[in-house]
């Protein structure tokens, strides 16, 4: 299994720009979350999905949108990129939303928006 | 303010030193992960606790639900465990979304 892969590692984006951050899983996964990493603080969440057709929004959904047409991915959608955006995203993958379900998480994208 | 806290944020130790790093949070709580993020930027779970304590080899990780506080411990450090390590919770109230720590860097001296 190739876990959870994203797509690109790195981008730099000027303002105004938008753009695809693409996820999958092959692990069946149904619950699937967007996260944001930015220095001195923790993840946050941007996005999730419990399934296919269904997203909800997290602690900073602002300026991305999100879809989930397949079970197996989960693009962030970027509609229109500020410098404010500019961090490193982090999808990750579990089970369910369950309690005692581990989260596996991608490699990460780096972006940044000049 | 941030519902997950952890202490310290940067540990430097030598080789063979036992290691502590605590992770505090304020709310209810339906369980707690540790994570670990490699200096690639991988990020891999560690233990997932709701009671007790979970050990997987050298790396051993307690929770007291009535205080509120976990800990992680390395035994026997390695340079090999160098990384940040954070602590994650799942809040009951917002429907059992993860909230991250900022997590601690260690790094480990031969």
């Known amino acids: 299994n190739a876990g959870v892969t994203q797509t690109p590692k790195f981008q730099v984006l000027k303002t105004g720009q938008s753009m695809t951050l693409q996820c999958a899983q092959d692990m069946n996964h149904e619950y699937m979350s967007w996260y944001r990493q930015d220095p001195g603080m923790g993840l946050r969440l941007i996005h999730y999905?419990?399934?296919?057709?269904?997203?909800d929004q997290g602690e900073v959904p602002n300026g991305y949108n999100v879809s989930r047409s397949t079970t197996e991915d989960f693009p962030l959608r970027l509609l229109s990129a500020a410098p404010s955006q500019t961090s490193v995203y982090f999808c990750?993958?579990?089970?369910?939303?369950?309690?005692?379900?581990?989260?596996?998480f991608g490699p990460g994208t780096r972006l940044t928006v000049l | 303010k941030n519902e997950v806290e952890q202490s310290p944020q940067n540990l430097t130790a030598q080789e063979g030193e036992f290691i502590t790093i605590n992770c505090s949070y304020s709310v209810g709580i339906s369980a707690l992960h540790w994570l670990q993020q490699h200096p690639g930027g991988g990020i891999v779970s560690l233990f997932m606790?709701?009671?007790g304590k979970k050990k997987h080899g050298r790396l051993i990780a307690t929770i007291n639900i009535q205080e509120k506080h976990s800990s992680l411990h390395i035994t026997a450090s390695h340079p090999r465990d160098s990384a940040v390590y954070i602590c994650a919770v799942r809040i009951t109230y917002t429907g059992n979304q993860f909230y991250f720590g900022t997590g601690t860097s260690l790094t480990v001296i031969p």
């Open positions: 606790l709701s009671s």
């Open positions: 999905s419990v399934g296919a057709g269904i997203t």
């Open positions: 990750a993958s579990s089970r369910l939303a369950g309690v005692r379900d581990t989260q596996y």
